[in-house]
């Protein structure tokens, strides 16, 4: 079960002995005379990304469009013309906690106590993001009763009057995206039996929240958030009468963000795995808003829906879940299971997705994904992590190696850990991330934590050989701050039951030295994985739930067993455990290891009526 008080916890502690002062120590700091040239580099790699962020703006408001979204007139609509699917699913339970005055958000409890949902102060950000987000409302829809719908009522018309203490965090263009596509799913359930009054003020609050968003929705953070903006005013536009403008000029910004950001393969721009689950639940309802109002749905919007499809099998394990990478937290089921009935090609996942970055090795049960692409661009790498040439591995429905992920709540504690390379599975130079995050109070409360250096060239080759998949990469994170590259080698058998890796440090410059810095390559296991230690020093055994058993072996480093933090499992985080490699890069520049299977599942005999 996950642990968590509020407070520095079990795992937190952890976490420190895990990663020490990595979060902190995003990148290494050069010494001597070079304090100066380091310096000089950030402050013009900083200056690079305020060009891009205002470039960005400027484009984004005047570029090829006549009208710019900003001035587009929004009038009050006389009536809704439709109010669009709502594909994640309600929990009547949840329903009538709210109705009893409890919000349970984000991992935390409130009780109203006599006052409005938006007078009490929130105990997170997180929780007041989904209280203003109104996803909850439909919990209330799905209790479908006549004190839903009024408790639903009071509760919009409490916001309409007030937003109460949470008005930044309600007015953030994702909070605000949010907010108009549940009213608007919702508004059936809402304006049922609703007086005439209440229809009114729900319209002209509904307009001036699109208004608004209409003017923040290209300052909004690049990716999901400025997505999930735009996707809110093409629903307007497709929902609200009197709107003619509003759609199409939505609709145009919409088609020029799917082009920019969701690349050629699939992958999102973020590089963020989750990031399509969530778009896909707004982008398939909006294409089907678009065959409601008997019209085309754009071609853009079509095509990134058929691009993004196929990427879902891409970074699914055999139990369904997604694997860790940059900011993916934890899967769930259901929703992945609403999305994926819309496939109708339902064919087997690619293997190479060049544009994204990622690689996928498939042998019959056995399932490997790698990450073999640099950061995304600054402007999108607010969420990205320091994971080159992390790899996940599964067989069957049991995940065995994994990336730490992040959490579903309180990721802002959890975040500079989980960004560092020691919380993925690959090697780490002189406990040193391979990525630089934008540090320092006022810049980071401006511009986020962007990745301002990282990777720049990551070369891939895949290829067969001797009954073998073969995956080979390399990147040069290390390159400027210890004349460092690191190169990665996978080989899965075909037999499904055999991976073997090898891990290359080289001079980043012809005739260059190794330098005399440590070394750890870690694996990290998945928590119902349990490691047993043999006589020998360099090998572990490794039992699956499911019976399985798979050995590891390193035979030129002893290896160690140490705890680890799986952030993305399902309740909060979950202790576990990772194996570590450790040794000095001159003296060790090459290590090779193994999982071999050394026990087939075994099948559990069901149990008789009776027999307990």
């Known amino acids: ?28 700091q050069p010494t001597g005379g070079a304090v100066s040239r380091g310096g000089l580099k950030e402050r013009t790699q900083l200056a690079t990304l305020l060009v891009e962020l205002w470039s960005q703006t400027v484009l984004a408001r005047i570029g090829g469009r006549a009208v710019p979204l900003g001035y ?6 006389e009536r809704l013309l439709i109010a669009p699917q709502d594909l994640r699913t309600g929990d009547a339970t949840v329903a009538s906690e709210i109705y009893s005055g409890r919000f349970a958000f984000a991992g935390k409890v409130m009780a109203l106590d006599g006052r409005t949902a938006f ?11 989904a209280l203003h987000g109104f996803g909850w409302l439909r919990h209330l829809k799905a209790a479908n009763t006549t004190i839903a719908r009024a408790n639903a009522r009071a509760l919009v018309g409490d916001f309409i009057r007030d937003p109460g203490k949470a008005k930044a965090v309600a007015a953030r263009p994702d909070v605000a995206a949010r907010r108009i ?5 919702q508004a059936t359930f809402l304006l049922q039996d609703a007086d005439h009054d209440f229809y009114r003020r729900f319209m002209r609050s509904l307009a001036k929240q699109v208004r608004q968003l209409r003017r923040m929705a290209s300052d909004a953070p690049d990716g999901y958030p400025r997505l999930i903006s735009i996707v809110a005013l093409v629903f307007a536009g497709l929902c609200m009468s009197d709107q003619p403008r509003l759609l199409k000029a939505a609709q145009k910004r919409l088609g020029e963000e799917l082009d920019r950001q969701i690349l050629p393969d699939g992958g999102p721009l973020t590089r963020n795995p989750g990031m399509l689950i969530e778009l896909l639940l707004d982008l398939l309802p909006l294409r089907q808003a678009f065959t409601a109002r008997n019209q085309q749905a754009p071609a853009a919007l079509m095509n990134a829906v058929d691009r993004m499809m196929p ?66 661009p600054a402007v999108a ?86 009954n073998a998949l073969l995956l080979r990469a390399s ?51 998945h928590p ?43 309740g909060g985080p979950r202790r576990t455990s990772q194996l570590v490699l450790t040794g000095e890069v001159a003296r060790t520049p090459r290590v090779i290891w193994t999982f071999v299977r050394t026990r087939e599942a075994q099948s559990v005999p069901s149990a008789r009526p009776g027999r307990g």
């Open 1 to 28: 079960m996950g642990i968590w008080n509020g407070s520095a916890g079990p795992l937190q502690a952890v976490a420190r002995n895990l990663f020490g002062t990595l979060a902190g120590k995003s990148h290494a």
């Open 72 to 77: 587009v007139p929004v009038p009050v609509p």
């Open 119 to 129: 007078e009490l102060v929130p105990p997170s950000v997180e929780w007041a993001e």
């Open 181 to 185: 596509i549940s009213w608007l799913t």
């Open 311 to 376: 990427m879902l099998r891409f970074f699914r394990h055999g139990d369904g879940a997604f694997a860790h990478f940059h900011g993916m937290g934890h899967t769930a089921a259901d929703q992945l299971a609403t999305i994926l009935a819309f496939d109708d090609a339902r064919g087997a996942p690619v293997a190479n997705a060049p544009y994204s970055g990622y690689q996928r090795l498939d042998a019959r049960s056995l399932m490997l994904i790698a990450d073999t692409g640099p950061p995304p």
């Open 381 to 466: 790498s607010w969420e990205a992590h320091a994971s080159c040439l992390a790899f996940e591995f599964s067989s069957a429905r049991q995940r065995i190696v994994i990336n730490c992920g992040v959490p579903e709540v309180h990721r802002e504690m959890w975040r500079q850990v989980a960004r560092s390379t020691a919380a993925h599975s690959t090697a780490v130079i002189a406990d040193t991330s391979s990525c630089r995050f934008l540090q320092g109070g006022s810049m980071t409360r401006i511009f986020g934590a962007p990745i301002v250096a990282g990777p720049k060239h990551v070369e891939v080759q895949r290829g067969t050989r001797n």
């Open 475 to 525: 990147h040069d994170g290390y390159a400027e701050a210890f004349n460092l590259l690191h190169q990665r080698s996978w080989r899965l058998a075909l037999e499904g039951n055999r991976l073997d890796g090898e891990d290359i440090f080289k001079p980043a410059g012809e005739g260059g030295a190794l330098p005399a810095e440590t070394f750890a390559i870690r694996f990290h296991l």
């Open 528 to 570: 119902s994985v349990t490691v047993e230690r043999l006589d020998d020093p360099h090998t572990a055994l490794l039992s699956l739930p499911n019976g399985e058993a798979w050995a590891f072996a390193a035979p030129h480093l002893p290896l160690v067993v140490e705890e680890s933090v799986d952030l993305a499992a399902s």
